[in-house]
């Protein structure tokens, strides 16, 4: 079975362009997250999305913004690059969104803004 | 907010020598507690996790770990580490979103170096 997976794997992008991230969940999840993990740091909660509705969202700007499709992949998006933006992300499906539900995470996306 | 600490940032151990890498978290409700290892170049993956019952939790390749509720603790233990150890290892709490959601928090990781 495949995993979730996650595209691009490397970008380069400079300071104001803009980026969108791609997420495919493991078939029959339905929940889909992303993080931002920083060099040295623990990966940070951005947002949960759970049947195409956004269930929550952590301290990030509204730069960052995210959607879920029909068949639960999802999108990223970070407007105006800061060079802080730097970092990988991480995306992670499970069936549900309740408290018993695994997160199984992708390879992430390795984003460099210069 | 909910917080999670990991004491050790990096830790070098030998073969076979024992393991136990320190997690504490922040928040007092009902929690689920999990361990995740990052080897190089690879993603996340679960080691193990604690939801109810039993706070001795057994996971893969011989980790296990420990819920001490009135110490906020949820340490990870291995009796003998090996070389294909290594990695970063990252305790999170499952905490309350909104209705059911739940999000992970993370602490900042522990590098394990095993030396051969």
């Known amino acids: 079975d495949a995993g979730v997976t996650q595209s691009p794997t490397h970008l380069i992008k400079t300071r104001g362009q803009h980026v969108t991230l791609r997420c495919s969940p493991i078939s029959g999840h339905k929940s889909v997250s992303w993080y931002q993990q920083v060099l040295g740091q623990g990966p940070q909660f951005i947002f949960q999305y759970y049947e195409k509705e956004e269930r929550g969202r952590g301290n990030f700007p509204d730069r960052f913004s995210a959607r879920q499709f029909p068949n639960y992949s999802s999108e990223l998006n970070v407007n105006a690059l800061l060079l802080g933006d730097s970092a990988l992300y991480l995306c992670a499906s499970s069936q549900g969104q309740g408290s018993y539900n695994e997160q199984f995470f992708g390879p992430g996306t390795r984003l460099t803004v210069l | 907010a909910q917080s999670v600490s990991q004491h050790n940032h990096h830790v070098i151990l030998s073969e076979a020598a024992s393991l136990e890498l320190g997690c504490n978290y922040s928040?007092?409700?009902?929690?689920?507690l999990f361990w995740y290892v990052q080897y190089p170049g690879q993603h996340l993956q679960l080691l193990l996790k604690?939801?109810?019952?039993?706070?001795l939790v057994k996971g893969i390749k011989g980790f296990e770990a420990e819920f001490i509720k009135s110490k906020f603790s949820f340490n990870l233990r291995k009796p003998s580490v090996q070389w294909s150890d290594t990695a970063e290892y990252f305790c999170a709490v499952n905490s309350p979103l909104s209705g059911s959601a739940r999000q992970l928090t993370f602490g900042s990781g522990t590098q394990l170096t095993v030396l051969p």
């Open positions: 928040y007092g409700g009902t929690v689920n």
């Open positions: 604690y939801f109810s019952g039993d706070p």
